[in-house]
């Protein structure tokens, strides 16, 4: 095992558990310990000084599964932080160079001073690894210490998937920001292959998060993306209560903070149309059985 990896296990005392799960680290994890290994920083300073919110979010995610449009909604309430990928290692890197931050600790407990609400609400995003990452090392335990999960899914796992491919093809990984590589959308080069490979690894995520949650005994707050399309504000409202997040007065979606605008057009969903029809229908999420709902 790498040398940096190994500073892992030095943070389980005597008497603590292990993280539960056996897992292989991923590229967050790996560049963000080997960042803290250099000899100017520390992985912690101080592991036992929590950050300073009243509640913390941990919005679970899959790539295209809606997370950014439903952080968008609740942070358009005024009642939570914008939930943004705060643990990818290149922003990591960043906000430790701009703020002058040599520990892991002190970047997490530095996060709320910009991007919390007056109320102090802090929200994240994670993908798997992170999640497992972080748990691993009792950041989630010990500095986020009482987190609350909101996990959202799609039902159409195949529209996804596509979304995916597009994404990468185009750079265009929002509505209102891409890469910069500003490709047009060839969907027609697209193979069905790759969309089947794409919900694999989709699935294979989802599979992670459920056994989180399984071995965890959690139960985070549910919801289909589809559902968000249909009833933003009863989604919302359901959320808000599953965080049990009071307010002193009607809360409603400011549409001045919300930028982003759906991306499905016709063409993905000719393409769409195209891939159940060659694949006999069985990545048709109308003949799949849910397994997620809101809760």
């Not at 990928?85 to 906000?95: A, K, M, P, Q, S």
Request: net charge negative; proline share 3%.
């Amino acid at each position: 095992m790498l040398s940096f990896l190994q500073s892992l296990y030095y943070f389980i005392r005597p008497g603590e558990r292990p993280f539960p799960i056996e897992y292989i680290a991923q590229h967050h994890e790996i560049e963000t310990l080997r960042y803290f290994s250099q000899a100017d920083k520390l992985l912690f300073r101080d592991l036992s000084i929590k950050i300073n919110t009243q509640k913390q979010v941990i919005l679970c995610f899959t790539n295209r599964c809606g997370s950014n449009w439903l952080a968008e909604l609740l942070y358009a309430t005024g009642l939570m932080g914008l939930a943004d990928e705060f643990f990818n290692e290149e922003r990591v890197l960043e906000d430790c160079t701009v703020c002058k931050l040599n520990s892991f600790d002190d970047f997490i407990r530095n996060l709320p001073n910009n991007h919390s609400t007056s109320n102090e609400v802090f929200a994240t995003k994670l993908s798997w690894d992170q999640l497992y990452f972080l748990s691993r090392i009792k950041v989630i335990s010990k500095i986020i210490c009482k987190p609350q999960f909101i996990y959202i899914v799609r039902r159409d796992i195949a529209a996804q998937a596509l979304s995916f491919l597009v994404a990468i093809q185009t750079g265009q990984w929002k509505s209102n920001w891409n890469s910069g590589v500003n490709g047009k959308a060839e969907l027609a080069s697209i193979s069905n292959e790759q969309i089947i490979e794409v919900i694999s690894e989709i699935q294979f995520a989802q599979s992670q998060f459920e056994l989180y949650f399984d071995k965890l005994k959690l139960s985070p707050c549910r919801i289909y993306y589809e559902d968000l399309q249909t009833n933003p504000e009863f989604i919302i409202s359901e959320i808000l209560h599953f965080l049990e997040i009071s307010t002193s007065k009607r809360w409603e979606i400011n549409p001045a903070k919300l930028q982003l605008e759906k991306q499905h057009d016709k063409q993905s969903e000719k393409r769409l149309t195209q891939f159940h029809r060659e694949t006999d229908d069985r990545y048709d999420s109308s003949r799949i059985t849910a397994t997620v709902g809101i809760n």
